[in-house]
């Protein structure tokens, strides 16, 4: 057989040729419309009378995989290992009682679950159970997000429904008539106030305050601006916990809300709202009883309200969360109340619910949800089950408070300290229902901060970021 | 000497246009096909994104709802909203600082790092250091000394001044803060630039000064700064399009705030495509950033231009 040769032109144009077909097929192949997502309908139906059993029944199938996007991996929350254990323990119990299921752990970040959970209904890619935010409920109705979990819910007892949804962060999952998610646990905030400090400037540290009007008097007696010390510490910064712990609470108080949910508009310039911020103004620049740096670019939530107040440096601490009662004991301002038992004591620092007239506080949990796109929907609430067991709920360390009412009937909550926890948690409010709640919590944090930046007009600043938010996401 | 023409018989037929070309390609088609996969990279990676951006720009686009055509009615927002108005204020004032700042300093360290003097290799190293740290990581440095209960800075300016000291509780004061951290990011890049101009300046030039009289300022004028113009010219070009477009230096250190004072068109485009997934209102703002940053390179080339003929 004779030698083909090949000239180095004719290998160059070859090798040319071949190169711009693949790089063009490359390109249309990345071109291409993705085939569409299967029909939700097809995937995961609404759970019928066949497929979803008791709750404490076995998932229908025989067997396979349970998809679990959480943020508790080492990938994702180093500091976690509580957490990661937790869930260890719940995957292997579900597995062991549910022989031929295996659960997989997706890594997802906190702050990132909600947009991917959207993001992968889009693309058609399948979780089954996942975390979720209650403040974007409305957001995941509107995306179609998570399955209704109402026809699973309505198989379990009246007794066990109770014990459930009495709570915020169940409500707040409650929305357009369908039920998207369950809260795990509570986590609600107090006005945590510092008893020695309150004792000094002789006021009692066991009354109660119940008006906005108390609050103020008593930071003037206890504010010394010279050492540091002031009579309320406020977070006013570039965060959702402006409006969520500090602006919402005072419109309550002032008998009014910021969003008009029947309009779908926000009401930033209604008469409750230019009240709080005037009221907020008037701690910081007239009263000069809140920290002048609450509201600096870049203040620090952490260390403004539970750095400083387990520091000494604050008498009173609005928004301290559930989540810090920890940080309490760990500077001995209580004994014995975490973890939680019936010997909690209070010592240097003390709680009560938010004074005012709605004693209301911003209460959230994160919530568990079964995606649009889940093929195991049976089997994701089956395992929703198994963590929502009372002995799962009480260990979980990132749950709060507890999700289920009973559970605060048991002796390690029923101190003094744990009962104020309970009045908060029954007495918190969600975030507005609008799928649009990031922009209106950050448009209303900028104009906290320009008001008391440039000390600008409440109602004139109000109305131009009311009109700026509402030109656009109005009626939606 | 007469022509003689052949008669038209025998003359070959006149080739058609389209068959000539097509004789050309295929006789030069090698440089077409070698070129081939550096057009196609190109339109994939600048025609492609460019057009979709244009195409998302006319869409109102949803997390998880989908996308709707709305013509113009992005940018008609942009166009009446004091926010946007405010954005492109706070990116002008910051391009403005951060140039007024870090050129004259990016010039002083270029003419030191230039010189022959003992110790400069270490210098030029360390004033590198800026340049090679993520914009984030410096910027939460920054916050650090800042940080309004226990920065350094904060302590020793409230010292200094008898009063406390809040850097960020005004729109000038954070102003002032991403400008200081921006020039002081930038200055290592436009310093080396500079200095590359510095050092291909003839040294006959100065020796010839001296003899003429001058003095170190004239040389500097006369020498050293007209002879520097290209590369100052492309470290301030450089400087600008990448501070127009800046938007992590600027989000670590203030997240735009207070209110919305230093809230940079980059910084707001951020917001609008990452945090709220508002895709079609970012590509607007996107266009717009583009626009700016085409209009900062026309003026610059005009100003060059203009110094040239003169």
């Known amino acids: 057989m004779g030698k083909v040769k090949v000239s180095r032109r004719q290998f ?48 229908a199938a025989a067997g396979g995989t349970v998809k679990w996007a959480e943020f508790y991996s080492l990938l994702t929350d180093a500091s976690g290992k509580l957490n990661q254990d937790w869930i260890a323990g719940v995957v292997k119990q579900f597995e062991d009682e549910n022989a031929g299921w295996k659960v997989e752990r997706e890594a997802i970040k906190w702050d990132q679950i909600d947009q991917k959970a959207i993001l992968d209904l889009t693309a058609g890619v399948d979780h089954d159970l996942m975390f979720s935010s209650p403040q974007l409920m409305a957001k995941h109705l509107k995306a179609d997000t998570y399955l209704d979990l109402t026809p699973w819910i309505e198989k379990m007892p009246k007794a066990e429904q109770d014990d459930l949804n009495w709570s915020p962060g169940w409500k707040s999952a409650t929305v357009g008539g369908k039920q998207i998610g369950i809260a795990t646990g509570v986590h609600t905030r107090t006005l945590a106030y510092n008893r020695d400090i309150f004792k000094a400037a002789d006021l009692d540290p066991d009354k109660p305050l119940t008006t906005l009007d108390e ?27 402006t409006i969520e712990l500090y602006y919402a609470p005072i419109v309550w ?46 203040a620090d939530y952490n260390n403004l309200i539970m750095t400083a107040f387990t520091g000494g440096k604050l008498a009173q601490s609005m928004g301290y969360g559930s989540y810090w009662i920890g940080a309490m004991q760990e500077k001995n301002m209580t004994t014995g109340c975490f973890p939680a038992t019936a010997e909690c004591k209070v010592g240097t620092g003390g709680v009560m619910v938010q004074p005012g007239a709605a004693r209301a506080q911003f209460t959230n949990a994160w919530c568990l949800s079964i995606h649009k796109l889940s093929k195991n929907s049976d089997a994701a609430w089956k395992l929703l089950q198994t963590i929502f067991k009372p002995e799962n709920l009480r260990t979980y360390p990132d749950a709060g408070l507890p999700a289920r009412l009973s559970a605060w009937e048991s002796p390690e909550y029923s101190s ?58 109005s009626g939606q | 000497m007469a022509s003689v023409s052949k ?16 004789k050309g390609l295929r006789r030069n088609a090698l440089p077409y096909i070698l070129l081939l996969p550096l057009v196609v990279i190109l339109i994939s990676f600048l025609a492609i994104p460019f057009i979709s951006l244009i195409y998302y720009s006319l869409q109102r686009t949803e997390l998880g709802v989908g996308n709707v055509f709305v013509g113009l009615a992005n940018f008609n927002i942009l166009l009446h909203e004091s926010r946007f108005a405010a954005n492109l204020t706070a990116t002008l004032v910051y391009l403005a600082g951060v140039l007024v700042l870090s050129v004259p300093m990016a010039y002083f360290a270029a003419v030191l790092i230039s010189s022959n003097r003992r110790g400069v290799g270490g210098i030029r190293t360390i004033f590198l250091i800026p340049w090679v740290l993520a914009p984030v990581v410096t910027a939460l440095l920054f916050r650090t000394m800042l940080d309004p209960q226990s ?34 990011r930038s200055f290592p890049l436009e310093m080396l630039l500079i200095a590359a101009g510095i050092t291909s300046i003839p040294q006959e030039l100065y020796e010839a000064a001296k003899v003429d009289g001058a003095g170190l300022w004239q040389q ?11 590369p100052l010219f492309s470290a301030v070009l450089l400087i600008s399009v990448y501070t127009v477009q800046d938007a992590e230096g600027v989000y670590a250190l203030t997240q735009g705030g207070p209110g919305y004072g230093t809230e940079v068109t980059g910084v707001r485009l951020f917001k609008e495509a990452f945090l709220y997934f508002n895709i079609g209102f970012a590509s607007s703002i996107g266009i717009a950033l583009i626009t700016l940053s085409v209009l900062v390179i026309v003026i610059y080339f005009r100003i060059l231009g203009q110094g040239e003929k003169a």
Request: hydrophobic share 40%; net charge neutral.
């Open chain 2, 7 to 22: 008669p038209l018989s025998e003359q070959p037929a006149r080739e058609q246009p389209a068959t000539r070309l097509m």
């Open chain 2, 151 to 184: 920065g350094p800075i904060t302590i020793a300016m409230s010292w200094l001044l008898g009063h406390p000291f809040y850097l960020t509780l005004s729109e000038e004061g954070s102003r002032l803060l991403i400008v200081l951290h921006s020039a002081w």
């Open chain 1, 215 to 241: 609050m103020v008097e008593v930071a003037k007696k206890t504010t010394k601006a010279d050492q540091d010390i002031w009579g309320l510490g406020m977070f006013l910064g570039n965060s959702r916990a």
């Open chain 1, 416 to 473: 003094d300290f744990y009962k104020i926890w309970l009045d908060a948690a029954k007495n918190g409010r969600p975030m507005p229902p609008t799928p649009y709640y990031p922009e209106l919590a950050d448009t209303m944090s900028a104009a906290m901060q320009e008001i008391l930046s440039k000390k600008s007009d409440i109602p004139g600043t109000l109305k131009k970021f009311e009109d700026e938010w509402n030109s656009k996401y």
């Open chain 1, 253 to 298: 108080s002032f008998g009014g809300d910021f969003y008009d949910s029947a309009a779908q508009k926000a009401t930033l310039t209604g008469d409750a709202s230019i009240k709080a911020v005037q009221w907020i103004y008037d701690l910081v620049h007239t009263h000069q009883v809140t920290p002048p740096y609450s509201f600096a670019s870049d």
């Open chain 2, 220 to 230: 500097f004028r006369r020498i050293t700064l007209p002879l520097t113009r290209i």
């Open chain 1, 12 to 59: 160059l144009q070859t090798m040319g040729v071949a190169a711009s077909g693949v790089a063009v097929s490359g390109i249309l192949a990345a071109c291409q419309v993705p085939a569409p997502p299967p029909q939700a309908a097809n995937v995961t139906s609404a759970p019928t009378q066949e497929s979803t059993t008791a709750p404490t029944s076995a998932p």
